[in-house]
């Protein structure tokens, strides 16, 4: 379950990323924050790293003289990258496989201390049953645990899953970013994450379904900041005096 230096630095990265929405330095610069504190070693290969698989997309360049300063933002795939390796979910499972592991490896770890250590075969045996005994218990406190996290949300009723058939990848998209720190998303990247799976989703209907899950309150749909200045504005709904353009759960 351990992570190595570069895996640990990009995570902070992406977790910075996601609390502060908008475009970032990639490295920080004299007193201005970015991303990542340097460009040369782990932060580098992190840095590296995180255009390379999609992470981060580099949204500008800024040159000043010889120096040149990239800003980014964060990508779908990154908000997954981080939810794989910071939800609570996913460390709990990691740690009832372990638990299952150990307790597989005990029976023959046990034969091979009685074979080397026959005068403490009693003692021993006392002691691995008792430890096996608390593994157990844990494991099934642990599956206890995963099954209340898992069934949290509510599921969503039949009529609405079958005339919004994205809505579950879109609440999950959501429940992802919450669990990260963000608790709103910008309608366009969510329309981004659904169109990886459902290609052929038009804005149209995407606005549609936004309306039907918000009206059975399985989301709510939130209004801009500053509606006169949208990067997206084709993606903004309109309700009353209000221009809506992000979604929270």
Same mark, same amino acid.
Request: net charge neutral; charged share 30%; aromatic share 4%.
């Given at each position: 379950?351990?992570?190595?230096?570069?895996?640990?630095?990009?995570?902070?990265?992406?977790?910075?990323?996601?609390? %502060?929405?908008?475009?970032?330095?990639?490295?920080?610069?004299?007193?201005?924050?970015?991303?990542?504190?340097?460009?040369?070693?782990?932060?580098?290969?992190?840095?590296?790293?995180?255009?390379?698989?999609?992470?981060?997309?580099?949204?500008?360049?800024?040159?000043?003289?010889? %120096?040149?300063?990239?800003?980014?933002?964060?990508?779908?795939?990154?908000?997954?990258?981080?939810?794989?390796?910071?939800?609570?979910?996913?460390?709990?499972?990691?740690?009832?496989?372990?638990?299952?592991?150990?307790?597989?490896?005990?029976?023959?770890?046990?034969?091979?201390?009685?074979?080397?250590?026959?005068?403490?075969?009693?003692?021993?045996?006392? +002691?691995?049953?008792?430890?096996?005994?608390?593994?157990?218990?844990?494991?099934?406190?642990?599956?206890?645990?995963?099954?209340?996290?898992?069934?949290?949300?509510?599921?969503?009723?039949?009529?609405? %899953?079958?005339?919004?058939?994205?809505?579950?990848?879109?609440?999950? +998209?959501?429940?992802?970013?919450?669990?990260?720190?963000? %608790?709103?998303?910008?309608?366009?990247?969510?329309?981004?994450?659904?169109?990886?799976?459902?290609?052929?989703?038009?804005?149209?209907?995407?606005?549609?379904?936004?309306?039907?899950?918000?009206?059975?309150?399985?989301?709510?749909?939130?209004?801009?900041?500053?509606?006169?200045?949208?990067?997206?504005?084709?993606?903004?709904?309109?309700?009353?005096?209000?221009?809506? +353009?992000?979604?929270?759960?």
């Amino acid at each position: 379950m351990s992570r190595d230096k570069v895996t640990e630095a990009l995570v902070e990265a992406l977790r910075q990323a996601l609390a %502060a929405a908008g475009e970032q330095r990639l490295h920080k610069s004299g007193k201005l924050d970015g991303l990542f504190p340097g460009r040369a070693g782990v932060n580098g290969e992190a840095a590296a790293r995180a255009l390379r698989d999609g992470l981060l997309e580099v949204v500008r360049t800024e040159t000043r003289g010889k %120096a040149s300063c990239d800003w980014v933002r964060l990508t779908p795939r990154g908000v997954e990258f981080l939810h794989e390796h910071e939800s609570p979910l996913r460390a709990l499972a990691d740690l009832r496989e372990l638990l299952r592991a150990s307790g597989e490896a005990v029976p023959p770890w046990l034969a091979g201390l009685r074979r080397e250590l026959r005068q403490l075969s009693d003692k021993v045996e006392e +002691y691995v049953r008792g430890a096996q005994a608390r593994l157990e218990g844990l494991a099934v406190r642990v599956d206890e645990t995963l099954a209340r996290l898992e069934k949290l949300r509510p599921a969503l009723p039949d009529d609405l %899953a079958a005339s919004v058939p994205w809505a579950p990848a879109a609440l999950d +998209y959501l429940d992802q970013r919450q669990q990260g720190g963000a %608790a709103e998303c910008a309608l366009p990247e969510l329309f981004a994450a659904l169109r990886r799976t459902a290609a052929d989703l038009s804005v149209t209907a995407f606005h549609d379904g936004l309306r039907r899950l918000q009206e059975r309150r399985a989301l709510r749909l939130l209004p801009a900041d500053d509606a006169a200045s949208l990067a997206q504005p084709e993606f903004a709904l309109f309700d009353g005096t209000q221009v809506l +353009y992000a979604a929270a759960l």
